[in-house]
């Protein structure tokens, strides 16, 4: 497979990104490739920081899949970036039940103090904002997840304006 795709996806996938999907792919039986795509996702955007539509295109080539089932699995996951964030992606949880326990002021707090709408990133580049569906997490609420690993609970206005005062602080270390 990965001559095949080099033609198309060299531009896009450098050999070494190759390389490594074809380590995902062997995890599987040869006629289900296709399950590597997340791994593959997870991989184009740990090394460029997203997803292009031209970095789908060449997976579903490498895995031999249509280009719209890759696309359909970066759009459903959030962990996905379809464009650049910034250093700190802030997913904030407005599914119902942080709804009801005020994840929406928490996310309008953010917009303000940020200086951004959801969906938009700082003019510094350091924060991208946005909104999340169920973190899983409702117990906890207002919950966020910092660049998709570190999940905040409890979010009052408070514990975000130190969360994005500490965050912003390291970066002057």
């Known amino acids: 497979m990965i001559s095949e795709i080099k033609a198309v ?4 996938l450098p050999e070494s990104t190759l390389a490594r999907f ?17 791994a593959c996702l997870a991989i184009v955007q740990q090394e460029q920081g997203h997803v292009s539509m031209e970095a789908e295109k ?37 599914n119902l ?26 003019a510094d580049g350091l924060f991208t904002l946005q909104q999340s569906e169920c973190l899983g997490a409702c117990a906890d609420s207002p919950v966020m997840l910092v660049n998709d690993r570190h999940m905040c609970s409890f979010m009052s206005n408070d514990k975000l304006d ?11 270390q």
């Open 22 to 38: 074809a380590r995902e792919v062997a995890k599987y039986p040869a006629d289900q490739a296709q399950s590597a795509v997340m």
């Open 97 to 122: 039940p942080c709804q009801l326990r005020d994840g929406n002021k928490a996310l309008a707090h953010l917009e303000h103090k940020l200086g951004i709408t959801m969906g938009d990133t700082t």
């Open 162 to 172: 130190q969360l994005i005062d500490g965050l912003r602080s390291t970066q002057g």
């Open 9 to 12: 996806g060299t531009a896009v």
């Open 58 to 94: 060449a997976i579903a080539e490498y895995l031999g899949m249509a280009p719209i089932a890759v696309h359909e699995v970066t759009t459903f996951y959030n962990m996905y970036n379809q464009r650049p964030v910034g250093k700190f992606k802030l997913n904030v949880c407005t």
